[in-house]
């Protein structure tokens, strides 16, 4: 079984300031993680994977986020917000059997906000 | 850039009626799958799909639901007896391997 966690159901930055959205994961096996944005009235877009790689993980539009086994965590980040990242945020695990197929676990969701 | 696509984007039936939802997925994509998100919660997996049968499903995913590939391109999801609880947004994914590419989605409104 797996779950996720996102700590965070808002956050609320302003524009060229840091962003942090957290995640943390439970899963019985060494999973894969991901994060995906949905803009407003738009799909579901990856953002970046974790695939027991490097475990930091670089993104599209300068995001990036850290697996931290010891923490079961796999926060994102981006070191400075433009309006444009104003969209919600999922975490999402997957259980990584090796194939396809797996269904996909999603978090709750942050929505992220942007002030000018 | 290949994309999933949908359609169609919105979709208003009845309750008792049969909708289907229709995906075409990315082309070289083995794997196919959909998921839903009721309005206001997070989105769940529905099924997955690969090699013409059913690889996964949820407990979502009872008899009045059903998946087929009827041709080369297409991948659809039937709900033979809607209920009001369907409404929700429905995306379909596609992946080649482990990592999932999800279309723009449809919107089912039941009443």
């Known amino acids: 079984a797996q779950s996720v966690t996102q700590l965070d159901s808002h956050v609320s930055v302003s524009e060229g300031t840091p962003v942090l959205l957290r995640c943390n994961y439970s899963s019985s096996y060494s999973p894969s993680l991901f994060w995906y944005v949905q803009h407003p009235n738009k799909g579901l877009q990856l953002l970046l994977k974790y695939t027991s790689a490097a475990t930091l993980v670089k993104g599209i539009n300068g995001f990036e986020a850290e697996f931290k086994k010891s923490e079961t965590s796999f926060h994102l980040t981006k070191p400075s917000a433009h309006m444009s990242d104003a969209a919600e945020y999922f975490c999402v695990v997957s259980r990584n059997s090796g194939g396809g197929a797996d269904g996909l676990t999603f978090g709750k969701g942050t929505h992220l906000i942007i002030q000018p | 850039e290949p994309e999933v696509t949908q359609t169609p984007s919105h979709q208003v039936t009845q309750m008792g009626q049969e909708v289907i939802l229709r995906c075409v997925p990315i082309?070289?994509?083995?794997?196919f799958y959909w998921y839903r998100q009721i309005l206001g919660q997070k989105v769940e997996f529905l099924v997955s799909?690969?090699?013409?049968?059913?690889?996964?499903k949820s407990e979502i995913f009872d008899d009045q639901f059903s998946v087929e590939r009827p041709d080369g391109s297409n991948f659809t999801l039937k709900i033979r007896s809607t209920k009001l609880e369907d409404s929700a947004m429905y995306f379909c994914?596609?992946?080649?391997?482990?990592?999932?590419?999800f279309g723009p989605g449809t919107r089912l409104l039941v009443l």
């Open positions: 082309s070289n994509h083995l794997y």
């Open positions: 994914a596609s992946s080649y391997q482990e990592t999932q590419y």
């Open positions: 799909f690969y090699n013409n049968e059913i690889s996964e």
